[in-house]
């Protein structure tokens, strides 16, 4: 799962490269179970993700600029992870990893689309 993370957060970070050049940070998004039935597995994306995060910032960030990593609990089910993407999008990343359940995946996606972007692709507030 590690690599996973690490190759997940690779590609954002690639991805925002071109969108991030008047801020200081990069916000990406981890939308996961937090609490609930899968909250042992959504602490574990969103703690690797920040592991991730920080080996990252060690060594300058990403295009000299640091990465923060924003949180939302999607609670596993399909109304919260509508509300995370909402949430996400109006909070600026750049990009989201997440989420652990193909429900709440899908009631994100229509969200993500809206604000310019689709799966695996960044999008501009």
């Excluded at 997940?8 to 937090?34: D, E, F």
């Excluded at 920080?54 to 609990?73: F, P, R, S």
Aim: aromatic share 4%.
């Amino acid at each position: 799962m590690f690599s996973k993370l690490t190759v997940s957060l690779a590609a954002c970070s690639m991805l925002v490269s071109a969108s991030v050049a008047a801020t200081n940070v990069i916000k990406i998004g981890v939308q996961a179970p937090i609490t609930g039935q899968y909250a042992n597995e959504g602490q574990s994306i969103d703690n690797g993700v920040k592991l991730i995060v920080d080996q990252y910032n060690a060594k300058g960030g990403v295009l000299g600029k640091k990465i923060e990593v924003v949180t939302c609990d999607d609670q596993g089910t399909a109304q919260q992870a509508a509300i995370c993407a909402k949430k996400l999008v109006n909070e600026g990343v750049k990009a989201v990893i997440g989420s652990y359940t193909s429900g709440a995946t899908e009631a994100a996606q229509t969200t993500y689309n809206r604000a310019g972007g689709t799966s695996n692709q960044r999008w501009h507030k």
